[in-house]
Structures are given as C-alpha cells and as structure tokens.
Nanobody, 120 residues
C-alpha cells in the first residue's frame, strides 16, 4: 500500500509565497511522474504542474513563471513552490503520483489535499 501525505497549505496574502510538500511512503519500487492538481470551489480539478522521472516539467499557463515544481527522489518527495500568489490560486491542492509497487504493478495515487487560501 502507498500513501501520499501533503503539508504546507494555509492562508497567505496576495503576493505572498507558500511551499507545498508531498511525501510518498509504503511499497514503492519506482516513482514515475509526480504532480500537483487543484480544485477551486465550484470548479473542476485542474493540473497545476507535473514533473516526470527525468525531471522534465510542465505547468498550467496560469502558474507559469510563478510556481516551481521539484522532486527529491531520495526522500520520495515532490514540492510545489508558489510565489506571487493571487486570490484565484485559492483551492484545495492535491498531490498525485504514478508509482510502481513492483515490476508489474503500477498505480496512480492521490493525496488528501491541503487547502490554500490567498486573501486579497
């Protein structure tokens, strides 16, 4: 079994910064792509940023230049550094990871989602 545990959410003023962390634990053979999604009230969940096992990254247009995703494979951790935060960044942020528990078994996992609130 694999678990994703996130931390780092909270309340911040517009223009401020936050860093989210997500640690994967359990039966992990290989970490593949890891990413962050968010869901604002009344809206669909959307991709924020993703980083693959080769450290290639992809970002939603709305966060390019403000957010940075990174990973530490030794710690099974993915980070999301958020700067120049705007009220429209307010959402629940979910960690996502594509993980092999063995040579064959591969599954996608979600974290519980820390709340990020950006006040104007």
């Amino acid at each position: 079994q694999v678990q994703l545990v996130e931390s780092g959410g909270g309340l911040v003023q517009a223009g401020g910064s936050l860093r989210l962390s997500c640690v994967a634990s359990g039966s992990i053979f290989r970490l593949n792509a890891m990413g962050w999604y968010r869901q604002a009230p009344g809206k669909q969940r959307e991709l924020v940023a993703v980083i693959d096992s080769g450290d290639s990254t992809n970002y939603a247009d709305s966060v390019k230049g403000r957010f940075a995703i990174s990973r530490d494979n030794a710690k099974n951790t993915v980070y999301l550094q958020m700067t120049s935060l705007k009220p429209e960044d307010t959402a629940v942020y979910y960690c996502n990871a594509d993980i092999n528990s063995g040579w064959v078994h591969r599954q996608n996992y979600w974290g519980q989602g820390p709340q990020v609130i950006v006040s104007s």
